[in-house]
């Protein structure tokens, strides 16, 4: 009775952290190109009382065994890169990747490469291409001074170019937006600040231009929104609240049964 006390903590543990990352879920409901990640569990190893196949006592082989389980452990989360709603904001330094893809941003405190899907950039004071955190977007988009906003047009393949609106002309090219796609997104390791950083598990980033070779393109005026799905999620959160009261009550339970043990030396 004392294994059952613990092997339902091990669960009301479990079901703590599936609420913790419920919870995390919900509360980037409006973050732009966030995406939902699930929790995955694993039983514990097993006490064996009885091995399949052993021999009974009349001479026959048991076709099952007896095992106790010990509980539940967590493992990993897995993130869901499924592609989130468009937002559209008429902002011309809003771009929604539409696909696999993410942005490259150059941190200047871990002195490396992270990625992103959150495409709601602006202007430094150097006519620079940077988001939110002022990081700068790799490689470079530079934007000759005074130019408006109206004037930049961002191509599908990320093509960047300055043109007034209404001109005739063609424009100048400023700069070409790349992306970058893992053999394994879900490796990626999420850094906050809709940052990721690369991992062993994700495999190493591919460089391509948006559009070829299965990365997603570009759509100027729009943001990518976060890909949880609130209902699914309130579900998840019911199913983790009564999870959590069932192994307590197993805990109350053990504790029960345990009181009338002790009771009978009365």
Excluded: C
Aim: charged share 10%; aromatic share 6%.
């Amino acid at each position: 009775m004392q294994t059952s006390l613990f092997t339902a903590a091990t669960g009301m543990r479990a079901q703590q952290m599936y609420v913790d990352n419920i919870a995390n879920n919900l509360a980037n409901v409006n973050t732009t190109g966030f995406k939902r990640s699930r929790l995955e569990f694993q039983d514990l190893f097993y006490n064996t009382l009885i091995a399949a196949g052993s021999e009974t006592a009349t001479g026959y082989r048991a076709p099952t065994g007896l095992q106790i389980g010990s509980g539940v452990r967590q493992v990993a989360t897995t993130r869901n890169f499924e592609q989130g709603l468009p937002q559209n904001t008429n902002g011309r330094l809003d771009i929604m990747i539409n696909g696999p893809g993410f942005f490259q941003i150059t941190h200047p405190t871990l002195n490396q490469t992270v990625y992103t899907r959150a495409g709601s950039f602006s202007l430094n004071a150097n006519g620079q291409l940077v988001n939110a955190d002022g990081y700068l977007l790799n490689p470079q988009i530079s934007i000759p001074a005074n130019t408006p906003e109206s004037a930049i047009s961002i191509g599908s393949d990320g093509t960047v170019t300055i043109a007034p609106t209404g001109s005739s002309t063609t424009g100048t090219t400023a700069g070409k937006i790349q992306l970058v796609s893992f053999p394994n997104s879900a490796g990626l390791e999420a850094i906050g600040g809709n940052l990721y950083t690369q991992t062993p598990a994700s495999g190493t980033a591919v460089t391509g231009d948006p559009g070829a070779n299965g990365i997603g393109q570009l759509q100027q005026g729009y943001l990518e929104g976060s890909n949880v799905n609130v209902v699914q999620e309130l579900v998840n959160l019911i199913i983790a609240q009564r999870a959590y009261e069932v192994n307590s009550r197993a805990i109350r339970t053990s504790d029960t049964m345990l009181e009338q043990v002790n009771n009978l030396s009365r």
